[in-house]
């Protein structure tokens, strides 16, 4: 029965190499390590049969035969190795016909006085269960060259390993732990072991254990050359518990005592195996998404870094530019403002009339460059602010005195709504609260055709949540509500995003950017107010509210 189980684990080994070798060929028939690896697990096959047909055929002749072919594929089996790690690290060595001819010329020609001479083997010895080879004169040569060529192929990744890009590294690191596996199997059964395995009367079997072991390195060795993707030290560990799982399950097929055991134990194994495959394959379907992700990731933060160091340089411009134009304009506003008073002398109604126009456009480029430069001062950080208690109803009637004339001309009415109650003083900054609120009545009476613009100031109360807890806090509405275009429901969110407009506003005016409302919402959010924009549609006029906290 052990004899009949050795045989079937010697078949199994051999269909396993074989497909090993033929898998990943396939996988990548043009790759250099690919070819290399099928050489060695085709050699590892006619290996391990000729070992095993050694000891159990009877014909002498034979014997001898599959001895000689034992030590030449063995020998061409090991020097392949170098030149499986000198593929892996794209040695340019492999390029070189010279270099290569004498690599390959040494392992080849022991093999040939391996089987046509007898320098290498003389013959063999019978032990009975096995033969022990006579080796030749040349015996010695052969063991340095069937250490060297690993030796040196090992000794070549290792130093190629720190230069290596990190999917690389974990190809060499499956190769290496295959290759220990080897070694150490080997040395165990054919060195240290070797005392206590000759008095076992499976002598035969245990010590072919070392050289069966070969699988192993193909195992780990094929799987970093077909799986490309190796991404990381927790999927090698996933991977290795899989594989020890498997190797327990195959080893109870060995060890099973009856026709029924083996089938049931087979049958363990290919469920087992079926269940590693889909482990395994749903990691790194998992992993290959989290790598997607990652490289999605890394290049939103480049475009994010690129755009934040656009804006900045835009800023930049800006800023510059802005303060580069203030000078000119306070010049071109200062000499027009004398002109029309006269103090170069009188100026013909045309002449005031062009004179006016010029101080108009250039007030109005004035406007625009302070709020260009609040943009880049507020995208900084660096808008300063100065609170302190201030009269809002003060600030709203003086904002009210300057826009009446400007309202008459047009024929509208514009018209202030007291408050009835006593509205308390608020901590804001005077200044820049005054401009939000003549830009709230400035583009209700533009956009305002016919009617009227009415301003009101309220005291209300809003409740929001804080900490899970419901509070309650007073505060101060400016409402500029107008009988003008209206605005669409789709834009009112868009009035107060930089240099955006509604197409209707867009049509009807033509000299605005879309700044004003923009810079408004931004000074506000530091007084920790709110600025809304409410409309029932075009042509359904608009309100605008202005909300400041009383503290």
Known sequence: MFAEKTYIFVYLILFFNFTLGIYVLWKNPKNKSSQVFFTISILAVIWITSNFFEDEIQNENLKELFLRIDYASGILGLSMFLFFCLSLVNSKCLERPLFFSFLFIIPSAIAYLSIFTNEIIIGYQNLGSAILPIRGRLGLLYDLVAIGYPLAGLTTISLRYRKMEEQDKFKIVYVYIGMILFITIVLLTNVVLIEIIKSSPHFKEYSRIGLYSISLFLLFSGYAIARHQLFSIKILMIELLALGVLLLSFFQIIRSDSLFEFILNFAAFLFILSFVLILVKNVYREVERKEDLQFLSDRLSLANAELRQLDRAKS?????????????????????????????????????????????????????????????????????????????????????????????????????????????????????????????????????????????????????????????????????????????????????????????????????????????KKVINVHKGRIWAESAGRGQGSRFVLELLVR
């Open 316 to 520: 930049e411009f800006i800023s510059i530019a802005s303060h580069q134009l203030r000078t000119p304009l306070t010049s071109i506003k200062g000499y027009s403002s004398l002109l029309i008073e006269g103090t170069y002398g009188e100026l013909g109604d045309l002449q005031k009339e062009v004179v006016e126009k010029i101080f108009i456009s250039n007030e109005r480029l004035i406007h625009l460059v302070e709020d260009l430069l609040n943009i880049s001062r507020i995208e900084a950080g660096k808008l300063e602010f100065n609170f302190e208690y201030c009269d809002i109803v003060n600030i709203v009637e003086e904002v009210i005195a300057t826009f009446e004339i400007v309202a008459k001309k047009k024929g509208l009415r514009l018209v202030y709504e007291r408050p009835k109650k006593i509205i308390p003083k608020i901590k804001i900054d005077g200044v820049k609260i005054k401009e939000i609120i003549s830009n709230m009545i400035d583009n209700a009476i533009k956009y305002t055709p016919k009617g009227e613009v009415v301003v009101r100031i309220k005291k209300a109360y809003v409740i929001h949540e804080r900490h899970g807890v419901m509070c309650q806090n007073e505060v101060v509405r400016v409402i500029v509500a107008d009988t003008g275009i209206g605005i669409d429901h789709s834009e009112l969110d868009l009035i107060f995003e930089k240099f955006s407009r509604g197409a209707q506003i867009s049509r009807f005016n033509t000299e605005g950017i879309g700044l004003g409302m923009y810079v408004a």
